[in-house]
Each structure stands twice: as C-alpha cells, then as structure tokens.
C-alpha cells in the first residue's frame, strides 16, 4: 500500500492563478481531511469528507473547494490564489470506527508570490 | 475549537522518560484522547489513543486521569530521535451522530526536544 500520496510537493502559484492539489488514499478509508500549517502553528482544517459524495466545511474553508467523487480521491481547489495561501497542506485518510487513527501525506509546500 | 491545552515546550535528557501534559476539562464523557506527533515538518504520525483507562503500545503510554480532565503521554526512554511537536487531540468516536463527527482538530501542540 503507498497510504496517503499527495502531489504536488511543491509548487509556487502567482496572485489570481488556480490550482488543485490532489490526494489519493488506497486504504479503502472513508474518511479523507485537509489541513493546512503555517510556519510554527498547528495544523487546522480546511475541509473534510466522511465518504464519496459528501463534504463539510472545517475551521479554515474560505478560498477552498472540494470535491469527492470516489473514496480514493479528495482533491483541494484553489481558485483565486492569495499569498495568505502560503503554506504546507496536509492530507490525510482514516477508517470510521472507535480504533481510529489517521494517516497523512507528507504535504505540499505551496507559495504564492 | 482544539479543547486542549499544553504547554508549547518541553525539553528532555535522551534516555530519560519524557511526560508531556495535556489538559482537557470540557471533554464529553464520549470523547476519546488521541496523542500524535510531527517530526520536522512530515506529515503527523498517530502515537496512541484512550477513552478512560490507560493505555501502552510500542510507541508510548498514555495515562487519562480519573476525572478524564487531563492526560499525560509518556516516552519512556526518549531518543534524538523523539524530537517533534506532540499534539493532543480529543474526537468523539466515528459511530457516535453528533455535529463534530468527522472532524480532527489539532492546537498547536508541544514542542519536545530531547537532548544529548
């Protein structure tokens, strides 16, 4: 199993210009987040979609949209990028079920310029 | 809205035990305690999680009081290698039908540096 992949790593994006960062899990989760964590800050969620087809918003949704159309994929749009979008995002997958734990990606580093 | 508090830093000897606190007062009865950590800037890794009782894995032990307000994850022998923010998180359980289900929220955790 290759977990969590997300792609790109990096990428730097002008003002104005759209991008979408992909993240595809093979472990057959439900649950699929993401995050997004500014220099020396903790980590706080943009979106989060408990299975294909359904999306909610989580503590930081403006500039963002999702989309889940199967349980493999929850890819982030940025449409608009600002330089306040500048940091690294993390995705991340878990199994519904009381011995919960989440697997993430290793990020991407993005900055808008 | 983390519902948890822990003290941004820590240091410790390597080879020592490493206790890092973590306060949770408003917890529900429902709520699990997830301990995680981030080492330099890689995506969080899961270390251990409890709803009432102590618990221990190959990574850590994790020590709930009896009131459930607070917690203490425990290295017991801390490596270089230990380094990382620890982040303490409390989530109901996934079967549980409540606003916050879903949803993983993470403060801004503590840094714990072990030291030669």
């Known amino acids: 199993n290759a977990g969590v992949t997300q792609t790109p790593k990096f990428r730097i994006l002008k003002i104005g210009q759209s991008m979408t960062l992909q993240c595809a899990q093979d472990m057959n989760h439900n649950y699929m987040y993401w995050y997004r964590q500014d220099p020396g800050m903790g980590l706080k969620l943009i979106y989060y979609s408990v299975g294909a087809g359904i999306t909610d918003k989580g503590e930081v949704p403006n500039g963002y949209n999702v989309s889940r159309s199967t349980t493999e994929d929850f890819p982030l749009r940025l449409e608009l990028a600002a330089p306040s979008q500048t940091s690294v995002y993390f995705c991340?997958?878990?199994?519904?079920?009381?011995?919960?734990?989440?697997?993430f990606g290793q990020g991407t580093r993005l900055t808008v310029v | 809205d983390a519902k948890t508090t822990q003290p941004p830093s820590m240091d410790c000897a390597e080879g020592r035990a490493a206790n890092l606190p973590c306060n949770h007062s408003t917890i529900s009865g429902n709520e699990y305690v997830y301990w995680y950590r981030q080492i330099h800037s890689q995506g969080p890794q899961y270390i251990i999680h409890g709803l009432k009782n102590n618990e221990t894995n190959e990574m850590a032990s994790l020590i709930i009081t009896e009131d459930r307000k607070s917690s203490t994850l425990i290295l017991p022998h801390a490596t270089l290698r230990d380094t990382a923010v620890y982040y303490c998180i409390v989530r109901v359980a996934e079967n549980d039908r409540g606003s916050t289900l879903g949803r993983l929220y993470f403060g801004r955790g503590t840094q714990l540096t072990v030291w030669p």
């Open positions: 991340a997958s878990s199994y519904p079920g009381t011995a919960f734990c989440a697997f």
